[in-house]
């Protein structure tokens, strides 16, 4: 079935990447009209109900200029010292933008093992989860003070990708200084055509990306290509456009040139694919037939659900759930290591704090982390198998 593309506001939960040389001028530093523009869309989307996180290049940038360190390239202990300065620059002019529409900004600083290494993966997710539900727009950016080059993204296109797949957005739009995808590099060849519509990113595809066009940027177009990849691979479509009019968002829900890389499915699904394909899993919970139902249902499983914890698994490690039937009915993710979850068995959810020492998840396995693999056997398959 052929995807079609949807207006920004009929999206659920959008990322929005900013490029350093859309928000910062070499020159004159921080461009406040453009930003107080663009804040001005994103208001507008969440007043129509559409969750909003940005991924906001700009630190080291405008760092630089605050610096005046305006030539040449840094050093490391330099581009950290810029992104230093820069970030609370950039924190600042962000939240006094959107506080102008009674908006609260959030400041999220990721590292690549925050993304990478499970754990921290899903505290970073919990914490921007919680500024969502609470009405903020989190800004997030990569830690530049203390990335290196060996372990860094290097580019926020990847990382607002990243964002994409972390938080289930279902779109992502990279506004950059170019409005989308060409089947060259229009500055070198004049004969590009213009893709307004991506299917899938084949290696044809990927064969057009070109290089960076900005010494503020990191990234180029390879780079968007490569989080095309990720985003859409994970069932979130993105977009493509120019970031140099005045409002980019209004100007692409008004027909601007951009293009659509239409996504691999769903991010519930994608995500719940890969929980379910799991060759093995780390641990294995078994329920009583009340958290049977409540699974069915689409609801979490609580701590007093659970009547054994077997293996030895991680927060955040994939565990079999099995019913009373002795089969697995699900599989999730971890709220709990194995010894915190073996002490946690049977009790009430108030009770975690008092026998953890810390306030915990209320959920042994929240339902956004759940998949369920098969449905518990009915008495008559009970006798059935009894009389085989």
């Avoid at 001005?40 to 630190?59: F, H, I, Q």
């Avoid at 990927?206 to 290089?211: D, I, K, P, R, S």
């Avoid at 010894?339 to 008092?354: C, N, P, Q, T, Y």
């Amino acid at each position: 079935m052929t995807k079609i593309r949807k207006p920004l506001a009929k999206y659920r939960r959008v990322v929005v990447k900013i490029g350093s040389a859309l928000l910062v001028d070499r020159m004159d530093g921080l461009k406040t009209a453009w930003l107080d523009a663009l804040c001005t869309d994103l208001a507008m989307l969440r007043a129509g109900g559409t969750e909003v996180l940005v991924v906001s290049s700009g630190a080291i940038a405008l760092g630089r200029s605050v610096l005046k360190v305006l030539a040449g390239t840094l050093k490391l202990e330099e581009s950290q010292a810029a992104a230093a300065v820069g970030q609370i620059a950039l924190a600042r002019a962000w939240s006094e933008s959107l506080s102008s529409h009674g908006v609260v900004a959030g400041q999220i600083l990721l590292t690549l093992g925050d993304t990478e290494e499970r754990r921290r993966y899903l505290n970073a997710r919990a914490t921007i989860s919680q500024l969502l539900k609470l009405g903020s727009v989190p800004i997030i950016n990569e830690n530049d003070t203390v990335a290196t080059t060996e372990i860094r993204y290097g580019d926020n296109d990847r990382l607002a990708a990243r964002v994409a797949t972390m938080t289930g957005a279902d779109l992502l739009v990279l506004l950059s200084d170019i409005d989308g995808l060409y089947t060259a590099p229009p500055h070198l060849d004049p004969d590009a055509r213009f893709l307004e519509t991506v299917d899938a990113i084949t290696p044809e595809i990927e064969a057009m990306a070109g290089g960076a066009a900005s010494e503020l940027s990191r990234g180029g177009m390879r780079t968007k290509i490569d989080a095309g990849k990720i985003a859409t691979g994970a069932g979130c479509a993105m977009i493509i456009a120019s970031g140099k009019v005045e409002r980019p968002l209004l100007a692409i829900g008004q027909g601007a040139r951009s293009s659509w890389f239409a996504p691999s499915g769903s991010p519930v699904t994608a995500r719940k694919t890969w929980i379910a394909g799991k060759l093995q899993p780390a641990g294995r919970l078994e329920i009583d037939a009340g958290a049977e139902r409540a699974l069915m249902a689409g609801k979490s499983l609580l701590p007093a659900g659970v009547r054994s914890v077997s293996g030895f698994f991680s927060r955040g490690d994939t565990i079999s759930i099995v019913g009373v039937a002795g089969r697995e009915i699900a599989r999730g993710l971890a709220g709990y290591d194995a010894d915190e979850a073996r002490l946690i068995v049977g009790r009430k959810s108030a009770e975690i704090a008092a026998i953890l020492g810390y306030v915990g998840r209320a959920a042994m396995v929240h339902r956004d982390d759940l998949v369920m693999t098969g449905a518990p056997k009915t008495r008559d398959e009970e006798k059935d198998a009894v009389d085989a």
